[in-house]
């Protein structure tokens, strides 16, 4: 059983920047591929950013070279780095871990963009 942990949402302007943070409950974070996937309402949940066990990230269109996605090993942790928000980016973002058999999801954490 892992137990994943976001933190880091909240309001901010369009324009605006946030960092969200994912720590798992295990030393594991180095060795699977994790990823961010955000849903706003109504809407499904999507693929925001994803990084695997060797460090290779992607990221779907709508966030290249906005988002950035790295993780702390010695931290079991991943990170979401959001520059350039927008109000289209308003959603709760959930961090989760692929074990091949099994997946994990965090709580979420929300991300509102508005002036």
């Known amino acids: 059983q892992v137990q994943l942990v976001e933190s880091g949402g909240g309001l901010v302007q369009p324009g605006g920047s946030l960092r969200l943070s994912c720590v798992a409950s295990?030393?594991?974070?180095?060795?699977?591929?994790m990823a961010w996937y955000r849903q706003a309402p109504g809407k499904k949940r999507e693929l925001v950013a994803a990084?695997?066990?060797?460090?290779?990230?992607n990221y779907t269109d709508f966030v290249k070279g906005r988002f950035t996605i790295s993780r702390d090993n010695a931290k079991n942790t991943v990170y979401l780095q959001m520059n350039s928000l927008t109000p289209g980016d308003t959603a709760v973002y959930y961090c989760?871990?692929?074990?091949?058999?099994?997946?994990?999801w965090g709580q979420g954490t929300q991300v509102t963009v508005s002036s």
């Open positions: 989760h871990l692929n074990l091949g058999h099994i997946g994990y």
């Open positions: 295990r030393t594991i974070v180095g060795f699977y591929t």
């Open positions: 990084i695997s066990s060797g460090g290779s990230t």
